[in-house]
């Protein structure tokens, strides 16, 4: 368990971010440096370091949520967050890559409250440049000579088919009308929440942990990345366009199966079978849909799974026998996550 005391000893969130960040930044620098000319300006507008002419810029980067789990998870264990460097930097890079293809794959316009890289620079180089980054982050992994690097190259390795499968699924969903909840659930484990788990896993690899803490914070990372997604679709439907940086009800002008829709679509009431209904006909104005999806119960559901699932991380935390300062950090962080404005 964690000791009483323990959130007395914590950092606040947005500190221990910066912190990270601080650490990490400098890594990712270089991996985006070593990449090849033609991809590397696309990978550095992508992350906000510079605009599209390659002058920097005070645009936002991401929430570097992953770099902290992993730089967390070392310390965890009775690791140095210096150690887990090269896993957090991977990590990073990883869900990056993921990003650019991302954008790609749906046609959103929009990241981070500005033109997404494709749109800016063109399909083929947003793809190439998350192909690069995704080559980078097995090298910055490897490249340390760390004791754990090679484990940690298959870690990561596996939550990369995992994302690979989940956005598969997901872009199958949208020709589909027979989703059920635990399909959906399981595209998110794979495609979301795997990432997570692996952030988690691969700091506690480097920061030297045993198979027991090893599986314990992969358990707390997966079951925070599905509350995470849970949350994302919620804000992908009803959240503020100021703070997603993406137009409201945008989720559903795209007939996204997320994890609320889904559940509404299968809820067997008579807002689920209009919503049924509607959600292929472009005619319907989203408004109409949120509102049917919230009638079914989609909205109330993905808020109290986000709730279930957080109280599952935590417990996972309590049972690993961490230490107590990271442990605690841990447990703000991803509060902080699930209680994202929704």
Not at 81 to 109: I, K, M, Q, T, Y
Not at 127 to 142: C, E, H, N, R
Not at 261 to 267: E, G, I, M, P, Q
Request: proline share 6%; charged share 20%.
């Amino acid at each position: 368990m964690v000791p009483s005391e323990a959130p007395a000893l914590a950092r606040p969130v947005r500190d221990v971010v910066s912190w990270s960040r601080g650490m990490v930044e400098p890594a990712l620098r270089a991996a985006v440096d070593g990449l090849p000319a033609s991809v590397r300006r696309v990978a550095g507008y992508h992350l906000g370091w510079w605009d599209e002419h390659g002058d920097p810029t005070e645009g936002a980067g991401g929430k570097a949520i992953r770099p902290v789990l992993a730089q967390l998870a070392a310390e965890a264990v009775g690791g140095s967050a210096s150690d887990a460097v090269p896993a957090a930097a991977a990590v990073e890079l990883v869900h990056n890559f993921s990003l650019l293809h991302d954008d790609v794959l749906d046609g959103d316009l929009t990241r981070r409250h500005r033109p997404a890289a494709w749109h800016v620079f063109g399909v083929h180089a947003a793809i190439l440049a998350g192909d690069a980054m995704l080559a980078s982050a097995f090298d910055v992994l490897a490249a340390g000579g760390h004791p754990a690097a090679l484990t940690g190259v298959r870690v990561l390795n596996a939550a990369v088919l995992g994302l690979v499968e989940g956005e598969h699924a997901d872009l199958a969903f949208e020709a589909r009308h027979d989703i059920d909840v635990a399909e959906c659930v399981a595209m998110v484990e794979r495609k979301t929440a795997g990432l997570l788990a692996g952030a988690c896993a691969l700091g506690a690899l480097f920061g030297g942990g045993g198979p027991g803490a090893v599986a314990g914070l992969r358990d707390f990372g997966r079951e925070v990345g599905v509350a995470f997604q849970h949350v994302d679709d919620l804000l992908g439907i009803w959240g503020d366009p100021a703070v997603t940086g993406k137009p409201v009800h945008g989720d559903l002008r795209a007939r996204k199966k997320s994890l609320p829709v889904v559940a509404a679509l299968t809820s067997g009431t008579p807002a689920g079978r209009e919503l049924a209904a509607l959600y292929q006909d472009p005619a319907t104005e989203p408004s109409r849909l949120a509102e049917l999806v919230d009638a079914a119960g989609g909205r109330a559901w993905s808020e109290r799974q986000a709730d279930l699932l957080l109280a599952q991380a935590l417990s996972h935390l309590d049972s690993t026998g961490l230490a107590p300062r990271p442990a605690a950090e841990l447990t703000a962080l991803a509060k902080v996550i699930v209680h994202r404005d929704r």
